[in-house]
């Protein structure tokens, strides 16, 4: 097994021990709901890591996340998560959050579709989502957070109450786009269940269609 891989595993595991043990890990206390998958690395090995308070984790649902159908927002939902797979999403007015893309190879980006009253969650069919980081940071309508390379992540301050409506702008259509909810004492929704692992291939599969 490569020792780059080997490493990531055994750092990974040691850090959702610690979580679900209720250790303190950088100073912090994880929740061992805050423990996601970041992919698989060949056979039966799965990497692991945990996802800090105010953190936005985001992925293809087909990577890892899976995808919900929200009874509350009437509306498939997928790609984004503040736990482990995917679900809606909750913040308090006024907090810095950390998106970080979980993928291991897809680049993704967090852009705000549009705001809405409450639910439904009526997604767009062709939104013009922005590709070059618009919104300084802030997340409000039209704010973009640019290009997150895998492994990378942004910060961006929720800084206006609101329900918005937020999707990656280039997986959009496979099914990354998500609800997020600034509210006082706002949480994240129910997760999805976990996607079906994946049938072990003798014939590599390219994953350059999902590139941008």
């Not at 790609?79 to 907090?95: A, C, D, E, I, V």
């Not at 309508?141 to 895998?150: D, E, H, K, N, Q």
Request: aromatic share 6%; hydrophobic share 35%.
């Amino acid at each position: 097994m490569n020792k780059k891989y080997l490493a990531l595993v055994v750092a990974s595991l040691a850090l959702a021990a610690s979580a679900c043990a209720g250790r303190a890990v950088n100073g912090s206390v994880v929740p061992q709901s805050q423990v996601v998958a970041l992919g698989r690395l060949g056979g039966d090995l799965v990497a692991f890591a945990t996802l800090p308070k105010d953190t936005i984790g985001e992925e293809l649902p087909s990577e890892g996340l899976g995808a919900i159908k929200s009874a509350k927002w009437q509306a498939e939902l997928g790609g984004f998560t503040q736990q482990r797979y995917s679900q809606s999403l909750g913040f308090p007015p006024g907090t810095k959050i950390t998106v970080r893309n979980l993928s291991g190879s897809v680049t993704h980006t967090l852009d705000v579709v549009k705001e809405i009253s409450g639910p439904p969650a009526d997604f767009p069919k062709n939104p013009n989502l922005s590709i070059p980081a618009k919104g300084d940071g802030k997340l409000e309508v039209g704010y973009a957070s640019g290009p997150i390379a895998p492994g990378k992540s942004v910060t961006v301050t929720l800084v206006k109450a609101g329900t918005y409506l937020i999707g990656c702008a280039y997986h959009y259509h496979e099914g990354m786009h998500d609800v997020l909810l600034v509210a006082k004492h706002a949480a994240p929704g129910e997760q999805a269940t976990p996607p079906p692992t994946p049938k072990p291939s003798a014939t590599p599969t390219s994953r350059s269609s999902y590139a941008p």
